[in-house]
C-alpha cells in the first residue's frame, strides 16, 4: 500500500512536469494529456514489456491511468500556479527518479534477470519516460546533453540496487532505501551545486 | 472476412497518406515504404505488443504487410493524383480512423483489460500509427498541436465502445456501429466546422 | 561460438557509429553510453518484442550489455582516432548490416513466421539501431532520405534468406552465407559507386 501510494506520487509528479512542457510549447490538451500520460508511464511500460510483464501494470490498473489524466487536467486549468513552484517541482521530480530506479531494478531482478540487465531496466523506468516525452515533443532528450546530471543518479541508484537485490541476502528495504536515497541526494546535490555529465574533449565535426 | 476487408481498407487509407507525408518531405522510396508501413500497421502493433498478442496479427499475417507495400508501390508512382484528392482521402481517413478506435478497444477487451485501459488501447489503435510516422519524419505529432480534432473524435467512439463492451450485454455489432458512427461524424465535422481541440490559456514561456 | 561472436562484433562497430554521432552532436557521456547501445542492440530488441523473445537476448545476456558499454567508453576517450577511420567504419558497418539482415531473418523464421514478416524483421534488425538512433538525436532516420543505399541491400540479403530459409531444405549455412555476401556487396559498391535509392518525381510542395 504504501509502495503503490508512492509509485503513484511518482508518476504524478512526472505527469506534472510533462505536462507543463505541453504547456510550454503550446500544445493543445490532447498534447497535455499525451505527454503527461507518456512522461508518468512511458518509462515503465518499456521495462515491462522488455520483460514480458503483460500487459503492464500501469496498463491494466486504472488507478494507473487516472493519475497522469487528474494530473493533465490541473495542468491544463492551474499551469500558471505549477510554474511558479517549478523549483520545488524538480525537488519532487528527484524523489521520482530515485524511487523508480530502484523499483524498476527490483522488478527485473523479480523477474529473474542478471544485475547488469536489471540496473539497466532501473534506469529506463526512471528516464524512458522523460526520453518518450522530449521525442513526442521533438527535442533531443535533456538526459543526453544538458543541464546537471538526472540519468547518473539513477544509474548510481540501480548499480547498488541490483548488486544489492542480486547479490546479498538482504531484505528488500534494506537495500532500496539507502539505494534510493543515495540517487535522491546525488540528484539534489547536482541540482544545487551544477554538476554536468562529463562531456568528450575537443571535437571535430 | 467484412471485418478483414475494412480493416485492410482503412490500413490501405493511412498508408496513403503516410506515403504521401514521405513524398512531400522528399524523402526517396525506402522512406515511402517506411511511413506507408509505420502509418498503416504501427497503432496496431503497439497495441498488440502492450496486450500480449505476439507476434502482432498484422504482422504475421502477410495480407497485413502487402497493402502499405502495395500503396507505398502507388504512391511512389501517382503521387500527384493522390495529392489531388487530398480532401477525398481526409474522408476515407476518418472511416479508417472510426473503425480502428473500435476495433482497438474491442481487442483489447478480450484481452481481458478494464474499459480505461481498454479505451486507451482504441486511441492508440487510431492514432499510434500517425504519430510513429510523424516522430520518423522529424515533426511533433501532428494530433498534439494543431488542426481540426483528430484525436478526441477517436477518444469518443473508444469511451464510449469500451462502456458498451465492457459493461452491457449488448452484441458486438449493436455496440460497434454506432460508436463508430460516431468518431466518424464528429471528425467530419470537426474537418467541416474547422474545430479545434481547447488550448489553455496565457503562458508564461 | 562463431555466431556469437560475429553477433557481438556487428553490435561493437554499430555502437561505434552510434557514440561518434553524439560527438559529434556535442552530447555527454551519458547521450554517447545511450546512442552506442540504442545503435547495437536497438535493432534486435525490437525484433525480439516483435517474435515473443521476451526478454531479448541482447538484454538478459550480459555479454551483449558489455559491448556497447565499452565501445561507448572507448568513443569518449579516442573520438579523434575513431572519427580518422571513419571510411574504415563504413565498411565494416557493412558487414554488420548484411550479418544482422540474415541473422535477424533466421531468428524469425525459427519463431515461425513467414518469408515476407520475417524478411521484414530482418530488415528490423539490420537498420532498427540505426533508426532509433537518429530519433533519439533529433534526425529524420537517415536510411529514409539520403546518402548511398542503406536499407535496400539490407532487403535484399533478409529477401533472398527468407525464400531459403522458408522454402527449401537447404542447411542454413548454405543460405546464410550467400545472402549476407550479396548484402554487403551491394552495400560496399553503393558506398563505392555513389548508388542511390529512386526518389519520386517532380514533387508540389
Known sequence: MLLLTLDLLGIAVFAVA?????????LDIVG???LATVSGLGGGW??????????PTALADWRYLAVPLVAAGLVFVWHPQFS??????????????????????LKAVDHGLGPLPAALLGVVTAVGGGMLRDVLSGRV???????????????????????????TDLSTS????????????????????????????????
Chains 1, 2, 3 share one sequence.
Open 18 to 26: 510533462g505536462g507543463l512542457l505541453a504547456v510550454r510549447q503550446r
Open 32 to 34: 497535455i494529456v499525451t
Open 46 to 55: 518499456i521495462r515491462d514489456v522488455l520483460i514480458g510483464q503483460i500487459p
Open 84 to 105: 511558479r513552484v517549478d523549483p520545488m517541482i524538480n525537488v519532487l521530480d528527484a524523489f521520482g527518479l530515485g524511487l523508480f530506479c530502484v523499483a524498476g531494478t
Open 141 to 167: 532528450p535533456s538526459i543526453m546533453s544538458k543541464g546537471q546530471l538526472y540519468a547518473v543518479p539513477a544509474m548510481l541508484g540501480a548499480a547498488i540496487a541490483a548488486v544489492g537485490f542480486s547479490a
Open 174 to 205: 534494506v537495500v532500496a532505501v539507502p539505494a534510493a536515497t543515495i540517487a535522491i541526494v546525488v540528484r539534489l546535490l547536482a541540482i544545487w551545486r551544477g554538476w554536468t555529465a562529463p562531456t568528450p574533449g575537443s571535437v571535430r565535426s
